[in-house]
């Protein structure tokens, strides 16, 4: 029983119990996340016993970052929480890689003191897949090689080349300003480019 006696809450009271501002109550219910149970002749919403559990879910999901599309299946039963919080944690580590490679573009950046034409190059090796960087490494390799006779070296080299993580671990810093660049590959980086922020050696 609610504060008038009746099974029904307005949203006002809703609000109060929950601690969830009005305008987020009606603007979930707008989007389905919240029906009301019933509404009073003159309009207003009236939400059911459930409605405040069903408000903690809802607001636990938004402040994990998962959309309204997804916690509305959820709701329905359509998909379950499971499969909903492994795909959102797929989602935020992606954002995360992103943003990483991020700081680390322009803490490079801070570190070398790169001038403005250097920094469209050091943002696309940022970019650039596992498989784009161990080309990267086998142009090299090639380049180094090249005219030598010796296919059993550079698969030695080839398979000795380490596999690095797609950004560089916390607390890591770039290297100093002597560190090579990439000028000896034929994806070739503008002298003085550096030390690209997810490097494949």
């Given at each position: 029983?609610?504060?008038?006696?009746?099974?029904?809450?307005?949203?006002?009271?809703?609000?109060?119990?929950?601690?969830?501002?009005?305008?987020?109550?009606?603007?979930?219910?707008?989007?389905?996340?919240?029906?009301?149970?019933?509404?009073?002749?003159?309009g207003?919403?009236l939400?059911?016993?459930?409605?405040?559990?069903?408000?903690?879910?809802?607001?636990?999901?938004?402040?994990?970052?998962?959309?309204?599309?997804?916690?509305?299946?959820?709701?329905?039963?359509?998909?379950t929480?499971?499969?909903?919080?492994?795909?959102?944690?797929?989602?935020?580590?992606?954002?995360?890689?992103?943003?990483?490679?991020?700081?680390?573009?322009?803490?490079?950046?801070?570190?070398r003191?790169?001038?403005?034409?250097?920094?469209?190059?050091?943002?696309?090796?940022?970019?650039?897949?596992?498989?784009?960087?161990?080309?990267?490494?086998?142009?090299?390799?090639?380049?180094?090689?090249?005219?030598?006779?010796?296919?059993?070296?550079?698969?030695?080299?080839?398979?000795?080349?380490?596999?690095?993580?797609?950004?560089?671990?916390?607390?890591?810093?770039?290297?100093?300003?002597?560190?090579?660049?990439?000028?000896?590959?034929?994806?070739?980086?503008?002298?003085?480019?550096?030390?690209?922020?997810?490097?494949?050696?």
């Amino acid at each position: 029983m609610y504060e008038d006696g009746t099974e029904l809450l307005p949203i006002g009271a809703l609000s109060r119990l929950t601690g969830i501002p009005v305008k987020t109550i009606r603007n979930w219910s707008d989007q389905d996340l919240l029906p009301p149970a019933a509404r009073t002749p003159a309009g207003y919403r009236l939400y059911g016993t459930d409605a405040p559990d069903r408000l903690e879910i809802v607001r636990s999901l938004r402040e994990l970052g998962v959309g309204t599309a997804a916690i509305r299946a959820v709701l329905r039963r359509e998909r379950t929480l499971a499969d909903t919080a492994a795909c959102s944690a797929d989602a935020l580590d992606a954002q995360i890689s992103a943003l990483r490679a991020q700081s680390a573009v322009l803490r490079a950046v801070a570190v070398r003191g790169s001038a403005a034409e250097e920094l469209p190059q050091m943002t696309r090796l940022a970019r650039q897949t596992a498989g784009e960087r161990r080309r990267i490494v086998a142009d090299a390799i090639d380049d180094a090689l090249r005219g030598i006779p010796a296919p059993s070296y550079r698969g030695g080299l080839l398979a000795a080349t380490p596999t690095c993580p797609r950004t560089p671990p916390p607390n890591s810093s770039p290297p100093g300003p002597n560190w090579p660049t990439w000028s000896m590959t034929r994806n070739s980086a503008p002298p003085g480019a550096g030390w690209p922020p997810t490097a494949p050696v």
